[in-house]
């Protein structure tokens, strides 16, 4: 279980899952972007959603609402370079972004816990 709750872990594991999941469509259809600006926005997509999922106490509609909201932003503002005329200015910038979002909520979770902690020993 403690592994399962690893805040750097578990985005890793996850996002590298689902990049390679995509290795079909590849494939088939090639791919747009560069391969490794892919599988960083998976990870630090995966990173955003687990603590999403945290948040919401393991509840999956608020995560897939997050994935829903993600997705259809990606294609409203043309951010993938196909969308743009190959471009990848825009999917560096969501990329940043999200390593940004992603920074913040593990560190505001990693504080979060420690607060626990501290009281937790105060009360004991």
């Given at each position: 279980e403690k592994i399962l709750k690893n805040k750097i872990l578990v985005p890793v594991i996850v996002g590298s899952?689902?990049?390679l999941?995509?290795?079909h469509t590849f494939i088939v259809h090639g791919i747009e972007e560069p391969l490794y600006l892919f599988?960083?926005?998976c990870v630090f997509e995966s990173t955003i959603s687990f603590h999403v999922l945290n948040m919401a106490?393991?509840?999956l509609v608020m995560a897939f609402n997050f994935h829903f909201l993600f997705n259809m932003s990606?294609?409203?503002f043309a951010i993938e370079p196909i969308d743009n005329e190959e471009n990848i200015i825009p999917l560096v910038i969501l990329i940043i972004l999200e390593f940004i979002v992603g920074a913040i909520l593990t560190y505001t979770e990693h504080l979060r816990k420690k607060k626990i902690k501290l009281e937790t020993k105060e009360e004991n």
């Open positions: 899952l689902w990049a999941s995509r290795y599988y960083l926005a106490k393991d509840n990606i294609h409203l």
